[in-house]
């Protein structure tokens, strides 16, 4: 069995720790064949300000060199991003994954719209129903805006803020209200030639 994993965080991203030879020691072990670096450029901030900063692609591309070299023949190592905000610059997303090195792209969606505020979902206080729901209109509103956009290859976490109202924050939300709406992603997606990633999130179901 050939096995990959195509979203994964080194030392470089935000929420990552490991460098990638360490990961990719990880893999080895776990029996994976291909791994794919994808770390965070989120062109939006926690709070809702537009990050203006180009990504740094020269510190990924060398340790993706450093790791091919101690790593090869045993695993294929690959260059990517999780891009975050599309939607709400996009040309400043298109910029930033038009590089000759970048081979798999996530788009990702962790903040709300400009309008709504822009701030990451995961701060948001799910208190009630209603600010679940909200917050979701805006979410889905956003992916439909991305589905066509050709900066990505793969739709990432499409049931992102459900993380944080059910598991954290205890509510009972349910997606059978957009339906339509995720039919026409997923057909927006298909229709533009991209995926949506399977994101097991540690074995979650949301």
Request: a negative charge; one cysteine or more.
């Amino acid at each position: 069995m050939y096995l990959t994993d195509y979203h994964t965080h080194t030392r470089l991203s935000p929420d990552g720790e490991a460098p990638l030879t360490e990961m990719a020691r990880a893999a080895v072990q776990a029996g994976l064949s291909e791994l794919c670096v994808t770390d965070h450029y989120d062109l939006m901030q926690l709070d809702g300000t537009p990050f203006t900063e180009p990504y740094d692609w020269d510190p990924a591309v060398e340790q993706l060199r450093e790791a091919q070299a101690a790593f090869q023949g045993r695993l294929t190592l690959r260059l990517g991003l999780e891009l975050g905000s599309a939607p709400f610059f996009p040309d400043r997303a298109q910029a930033a994954v038009d590089r000759p090195e970048v081979d798999f792209v996530i788009g990702s969606l962790h903040n709300m719209t400009p309008e709504a505020g822009g701030g990451d979902f995961y701060y948001v206080d799910y208190k009630t129903p209603e600010i679940c729901y909200a917050c979701l209109d805006d979410y889905f509103g956003s992916m439909l805006r991305l589905a066509p956009m050709t900066c990505y290859d793969a739709m990432g976490h499409i049931i992102y803020p459900l993380r944080y109202m059910n598991l954290r924050s205890g509510q009972n939300v349910t997606l059978d209200r957009y339906q339509d709406q995720l039919r026409e992603i997923l057909r927006l997606v298909a229709q533009n030639g991209r995926s949506i990633e399977v994101n097991t999130y540690n074995g979650r179901t949301v």
